[in-house]
Nanobody
Framework: QVQLVESGGGLVQAGGSLRLSCAAS????????MGWFRQAPGKEREFVAAIRWSGTTTYYADSVKGRFTVSRDNPENTVYLQMNSLKPEDTAVYYCAAADTIWGDTSWGATLQRSYNYWGQGTQVTVSS
């Protein structure tokens, strides 16, 4: 069982930056992709970014492309989400997740919540205007 713990959330003014971290309790050789999702009040949880655990493949939602960067530190079993130029609409609870398998095209599969079998508890990000 992989446990994921997010940290780094907080309150920031519009235009500011935050870096979220997701620490995995252990490395499993079956982990294929790590993803970030977010859920704003009254809205469904949505895809933000994903990174292949081995390799350089990354995917981003259009709404964050050019502002957010996902990266990983394999020896530390940690994934990061660097968030720059934050906007009030980025306010949400941010979740990291791990997927052992992505079926089909990863550019689509890695954006789906159902692809991920481990989830963290989430960290709140609030962007004030």
């Amino acid at each position: 069982q992989v446990q994921l713990v997010e940290s780094g959330g907080g309150l920031v003014q519009a235009g500011g930056s935050l870096r979220l971290s997701c620490a995995a309790s252990k490395r499993t050789f079956s982990t294929y992709f790590m993803g970030w999702f977010r859920q704003a009040p009254g809205k469904e949880r949505e895809f933000v970014a994903a990174i292949r655990w081995s390799g350089t493949t990354t995917y981003y939602a259009d709404s964050v492309k050019g502002r957010f960067t996902v990266s990983r530190d394999n020896p530390e079993n940690t994934v990061y989400l660097q968030m720059n130029s934050l906007k009030p609409e980025d306010t949400a609870v941010y979740y990291c997740a791990a997927a052992d398998t992505i079926w089909g095209d990863t550019s689509w599969g890695a954006t789906l919540q159902r692809s991920y079998n481990y989830w963290g508890q989430g960290t709140q990000v609030t962007v004030s205007s």
